[in-house]
């Protein structure tokens, strides 16, 4: 299934989202597939802080450049095809995937040393 977003409920999407070239800025491009990651297909006023506390994880767990808490705001009103995952269950999805990539990596290292 393709990714769909739409921004046409983001204030100021012109100059938030895109350069003078028309080119989509980096930052919303990496919002824009974190939806995915994090189990959320939008950003609003009332869900911006579970986002961003979402995004942050996934941004310090994997050492990825931090996108600001402002600079995030600036894109209440994206929405994309995501479904919202619950917040335990993405946990449970997210955490048990680290989990045993951690455990895959440590086995196969401890395979290579016998």
């Known amino acids: 299934m393709s990714l769909n977003y739409y921004y046409s ?3 100021n999407a012109d100059t938030v989202m895109f350069d003078e070239d028309d080119m989509m800025y980096a930052d919303t491009q ?6 995915m ?3 959320m297909g939008g950003i609003t006023e009332e869900n911006w802080l579970e986002f961003y ?8 767990l994997h050492d990825y450049k931090p996108i600001l808490a402002e600079r995030l705001k600036e894109h209440i009103g994206l ?3 995501v479904t919202y995952e619950p917040r335990s269950k993405w946990l449970k999805r997210y955490f048990g995937y680290e989990i045993d990539d ?3 990596k440590v086995q196969r290292e ?5």
């Open 30 to 35: 990496s919002i824009i597939f974190t939806t």
């Open 37 to 39: 990651a994090i189990g």
């Open 110 to 114: 401890c395979e290579k040393t016998i």
């Open 53 to 60: 506390a979402r995004m942050n994880i996934l941004e310090r």
């Open 79 to 81: 929405t994309t095809n």
């Open 9 to 11: 409920d983001v204030a």
């Open 102 to 104: 951690v455990m895959w």
